[in-house]
């Protein structure tokens, strides 16, 4: 039996994780958070323990009290900060007794450094590998792609946040990064969820973990998307050169984003990340998918999710 501990378990893939770690006899799960007080509404199932994430030592004294073999980041990186906390959390790790392993909040892609430093809060991630790397913890961070669901929203079950990146489904609209061509990896959160309660036993990590529910060109997506809607969508292609200037053609579910970060600061998010997809960053290698360690488990793919949120909708 494991004891983990997720950092940021209250909501997106950090709340999944926690949903299918409650269930298993295998291992046991609490959630770490800012204001355990104001959690009860979540009905997480797993014990909330309040820390304060800028208090090293008592970090440490609650990984020591609950015997925490292993710590799960979900802590949402792109808001500025946020990573401080990782950071202290993997010091704390690092000196606990009986702390031995540490997954990093990735959750998309652990892109190369010269790609991270192209995102407005990629400092945060590049940090978290440099502190990582000067442990003895043993570390990985897990490779899924896109999140599957992104596109399902609002017809489908998930505790990610609503985010409209290259396709619009609910107005029927796309705006494709660069030729359409390059393969792009979708996977559902509870997916990945369940690979990540299956790593738990196995005897060692790579520092990558890669989970894939499916692979697949934007322009296939696309006639995948016409289909489940039953119409043609309206289509355009944002230049390489048009992504490397910081701008992107505006989907009408991108506006309600700038309620809670400014217009600016999201395009040029998905500018960097449309450039991404040019480059073949999002199309991860899958030699080592833990897809073939787990073969039980069933991903979701892109057409069962599209046909299911939208089809006769």
Request: net charge negative; charged share 25%; aromatic share 12%.
């Amino acid at each position: 039996m494991v004891n983990v501990a997720i950092e940021g378990g209250t909501g997106g893939v950090g709340r999944a994780i926690v949903r299918l770690l409650k269930n298993d006899p295998r291992h046991t799960a609490i959630v770490l958070s800012r204001k355990a007080g104001d959690m009860h509404l979540h009905d997480l199932g797993v014990p909330i323990i309040e820390v304060n994430y800028h208090d090293v030592e008592a970090l440490i004294r609650v990984l020591e009290e609950y015997r925490i073999n292993t710590v799960i980041s979900a802590l949402a990186l792109h808001v500025h900060g946020v990573g401080r906390a990782q950071l202290n959390l993997i010091q704390a790790a690092d000196k606990s007794l009986v702390t031995k392993r540490f997954v990093a909040s990735s959750w998309a892609v652990r892109a190369p450094e010269r790609y991270l430093s192209m995102l407005p809060h990629g400092y945060q991630h590049s940090a978290a590998y440099a502190e990582l790397a000067k442990t003895n913890l043993e570390w990985t961070a897990f490779n899924n792609g896109w999140f599957l669901e992104y596109y399902g929203m609002p017809n489908v079950e998930t505790y990610i946040p609503q985010t409209t990146f290259v396709v619009d489904m609910a107005n029927r609209k796309a705006a494709i990064p660069g030729d359409g061509k390059q393969l792009m990896k979708f996977t559902y959160s509870f997916d990945v969820a369940n690979f990540v309660v299956e790593a738990l036993n196995l005897p060692e990590w790579d520092h990558d973990s890669i989970v894939i529910g499916e692979k697949i060109t934007w322009e296939g997506f696309i006639k995948l998307a016409e289909e489940a809607r039953g119409t043609k969508f309206d289509v355009t292609y944002d230049s390489v050169e048009k992504l490397k200037s910081g701008e992107i053609t505006e989907l009408p579910g991108q506006v309600a984003a700038y309620s809670y970060f400014p217009k600016e600061w999201v395009q040029t998010l998905f500018s960097v990340f449309g450039y991404w997809v040019t480059e073949g960053v999002f199309d991860i290698a899958d030699e080592k998918a833990l897809n073939k360690k787990f073969p039980n488990i069933k991903v979701t793919t892109v057409r069962e999710m599209l046909n299911e949120s939208w089809k006769g909708r």
